[in-house]
């Protein structure tokens, strides 16, 4: 797919790996926060994002899921061990899928013929999504979370590098 694809999921593991590190010493209380048009719970947004990254990466070959919606909450640190190990997942599945692949996959409403691409394109998507909602939820309650946009991802990773004044 490209290298572009590959930097879009190292992003989306950065991000990811941010926002566990917010939320990681928080309260069984506090991971219960919610907020108007969100997907749920802070508890139950991470273990929705974890349980659908690995659907995905399922969807195109790699492991069975581990985290589900139906299992009781298995608790951030573990959740965030699950990321992580998707996250690297996605990383190499973007580099080794090429264009025109596409695979067969199975979804609520029966099996396509579905390119890699849009499976991939769609774990982008779905991550940024619900990170925005534990964001909104966090806002809500009047918690700080930092900058997690590409560009502060930028500076975390020595991508963006100030140079001296002339």
């Not at 590190?21 to 508890?43: D, H, K, R």
């Not at 890699?116 to 394109?121: A, F, R, T």
């Not at 700080?144 to 100030?162: C, E, F, L, S």
Request: charge should be negative; include cysteine.
């Amino acid at each position: 797919m490209g290298l572009l694809l590959v930097e879009a999921f190292r992003y989306h593991k950065w991000a990811n790996g941010h926002l566990f590190s917010v939320c990681e010493g928080f309260t069984q209380e506090q991971l219960q926060l919610t907020a108007p048009g969100t997907y749920g719970t802070i508890a139950a947004t991470f273990q929705h994002l974890v349980g659908a990254e690995q659907g995905y990466i399922k969807r195109l070959g790699g492991r069975e899921p581990r985290v589900n919606l139906r299992m009781d909450f298995p608790g951030i640190a573990t959740l965030k061990t699950e990321m992580d190990r998707s996250d690297d997942e996605l990383i190499e599945l973007a580099a080794r899928i090429g264009p025109d692949d596409s695979i067969n996959a199975q979804f609520q409403d029966g099996r396509f013929r579905v390119m890699s691409g849009v499976i991939l394109i769609q774990a982008l998507h779905h991550g940024n999504d619900h990170r925005t909602h534990i964001c909104t939820i966090l806002g809500h309650h009047g918690m700080t979370y930092g900058d997690m946009d590409v560009w502060a991802y930028g500076d975390a990773t020595g991508a963006i590098v100030p140079l001296a004044m002339t």
